[in-house]
């Protein structure tokens, strides 16, 4: 029952842009929290089957959360 999980914060006053490290063989990142106010009407989080798929590199909001978590590649 092991998780992988990457959690991204930014509590500088501008957005940040993070470098998203490769996912586990066989898996892919899937964002699960975002606390910038633009996600605010998903009230800020997503399911693992209904979460954005994230790669490369992702932008964190100023004073904000993000948290990916590792779920089994269907590709």
Do not use: K
Not at 3 to 23: E, L, R
Not at 49 to 74: C, K, Q
């Amino acid at each position: 029952g092991d998780q992988d999980f990457v959690v991204m914060s930014n509590f500088s006053g501008s957005s940040v842009t993070y470098t998203v490290p490769a996912s586990p063989a066989g898996t892919r990142w899937v964002r699960l929290i975002d606390t910038n106010n633009w996600a605010e009407a998903s009230s800020n989080c997503w399911g693992a089957s209904s979460g954005a798929m994230i790669s490369g590199t992702y932008g964190v909001g100023n004073r904000s959360v993000v948290v990916l978590e590792a779920v089994p590649d269907a590709r």
